[in-house]
């Protein structure tokens, strides 16, 4: 049975045709077999170090790229019901990771400022 990769039929016009993938589904997060009928369609789950390695990457080999590896659209690819909680619940902790790490290194920053103007 054909699998549409794509947004819902009421998408605007101009953007690209769905996408139909033939054979077996399986859940992105835990890899069970999903039924097209049933998959949750949703953006990959991107870990708090596949971030910053792709950055550190990108700014490496391509600077210039950046922004498109940053803010680029990802395909949607399928997870099982029973994961959704999962996914949610593992999307809150990359993004609790990330967060501090931002923070972290903004105090690494102004730590140091502070400590020199007193």
């Known amino acids: 049975m054909p699998v549409e990769l794509s947004n819902p039929p009421d998408a605007v016009e101009g953007q ?3 996408l139909v993938v033939d054979g ?3 859940c992105a997060l835990t890899g069970v077999p999903v039924s ?3 998959a949750y369609w ?3 789950l991107i870990t708090t170090r596949q971030l910053i390695e792709t950055v550190l990457r990108t700014l ?3 600077p210039g790229s950046l922004g498109q590896v940053l803010l680029g659209e ?3 690819v399928p997870y099982a019901p029973t994961a959704r909680e999962q996914l949610a619940a593992r999307r809150t902790v990359e993004q609790l990771k990330l967060l ?3 923070l972290l290194l903004g105090a690494l920053m102004v730590v140091p400022i ?3 103007s007193s």
């Open 100 to 102: 501090g790490l931002i």
């Open 114 to 116: 502070i400590l020199l």
């Open 42 to 44: 949703a953006p990959p």
């Open 16 to 18: 690209r045709p769905p």
């Open 24 to 26: 077996e589904l399986r």
């Open 60 to 62: 490496i080999t391509a």
């Open 74 to 76: 990802l395909p949607n």
């Open 36 to 38: 097209p009928d049933e």
